[in-house]
């Protein structure tokens, strides 16, 4: 998502500010992987990192959404939102991220033993939105335009 924005966001303060967060995104990502590969940690704390490095980044990506829509409804009229491929995907993945952000973020290792149920109906929402995501994705490529119009 971080070329599709570049690509979709024309405001210079925000490519900066995605620059920072690809950075310090990739920096958490290689820590995680040296922790994961060189130093013996317990696997609930794995899955506590990943969780917190998911969240962080779904988190910016709501806020790269919410600029997309800012500059689209400041910008010149487009004349029909069905027919533009980046709003079906910056759609579709806004409600992904803000709905299933709260679910990562809370999620413990005494929710998933103890909430069984809820944990896995909590993660089959997790699934059927991350379908709609590919799904808008889909259309956003029956649009028959480039992505970032």
Known sequence: FYNFFKETISS?????????????????????LYLLFFVKIVETIIYKISDYIISFELLF???LCIAYYFELFRGKAVNNLKQSPSFWIVTALFFYAVIITPFFMLVTDEFMK???????????????LFSFLFLAIIKAFLCRKPLTT
């Open 61 to 63: 990506l709501s806020i």
């Open 114 to 128: 103890n909430q069984r149920d809820i944990y896995n109906a909590l993660f089959a929402v997790h699934y059927i």
């Open 12 to 32: 210079s303060i925000v490519k900066k500010v995605m620059f920072c967060f690809y950075i310090l995104i990739s920096d958490a990502f290689i820590i995680f």
